[in-house]
């Protein structure tokens, strides 16, 4: 079995695990990020499998494994809206604070501490897989896709965001949330590890998924806020693909 965690990538989020759902700490982003990525991922899932969002559990019946769940914020909608979700991630100090968060919150999820790899071994299989922002922070982003691609049943979604890398994003998810912002310790990303769209969607062509979709998530100074376009893919982006054989 290929292992593609970065035990240094692990650190860097075990250190920052008690802040997880604090919407003022050191997940400030994704938390101001969430609104748009939970817009996205609702509509992909719900007009692949045919739910209506309007209502009251339209996910039900349908298993989303979230890599990479961190604290679980994720994790908590894809559950109210009625999936049985499993959220699994290698940094093991996320684990307990996602479980309480979820028990504070009435919900049942399933956490693991585990990889994608080793969950794939299991032959577990989902309708969805989530995977966001980790890919940029793998060892080997082909045999985690790879990876991620085994775990969806014939047919299941993938979704993934990241990102893109050229002088803007240096700029913007580096140079600005980093060192200007502070948003986030220094060094929490590696420009280097940046992958930009065309190459994801060969590196998941490579993995046996199909691409159908890639949107970006913008920000805007001005109104201090987030939303998705169809043409800027600039800096934060996401993708949806499909697993369109049999599950390896």
């Known amino acids: 079995m290929t292992v593609t965690v970065d035990p240094s990538e692990i650190a860097k989020f075990e250190a920052m695990a008690a802040e997880w759902w604090d919407p003022t700490g050191k997940f400030k982003p994704l938390h101001m990020m969430n609104p748009v990525r939970l817009d996205y991922i609702t509509r992909q899932v719900a007009g692949e499998f045919g739910r209506d969002l309007s209502s009251e559990r339209p996910f039900e019946g349908l298993r989303i494994v979230d890599i990479g769940c961190g604290g679980g914020l994720l994790c908590e909608p894809m559950a109210r809206l009625g999936a049985e979700v499993v959220g699994v991630d290698a940094a093991e ?15 049942e999820i399933d956490y693991r501490h585990t990889t994608a790899e080793a969950l794939a071994e299991t032959g ?3 309708d969805v897989v989530l995977n966001m922002e980790v890919v940029e922070h793998v060892a080997d982003p082909l045999a985690y896709l790879t990876a991620c691609r085994a775990l969806l ?3 299941g979604l993938h979704l993934c965001s990241t990102i893109n890398r050229n002088s803007k994003s240096f700029a913007m998810a580096i140079v600005g949330a980093e060192w200007v912002m502070r948003w986030l310790p220094k060094g929490t990303h590696e420009w280097s590890k940046f992958i ?7 590196l998941m062509r490579r993995a046996g998924l ?3 979709d890639r949107k970006g998530y913008v920000f ?3 109104s201090w806020s987030w939303h998705i376009s169809d043409r800027d893919l600039s800096v934060n982006y996401v993708t949806a693909a499909l697993n369109p054989g049999t599950a390896a």
């Open 93 to 107: 100090r996320n684990i307990p604070v996602a479980q309480l968060h979820a028990e504070q919150s009435g919900l």
């Open 124 to 126: 577990e299989r989902f």
């Open 153 to 155: 049943k014939p047919g």
């Open 196 to 202: 930009t769209p065309d190459e994801l969607y060969d």
């Open 210 to 212: 199909e691409p159908v």
């Open 220 to 222: 805007n100074p001005v």
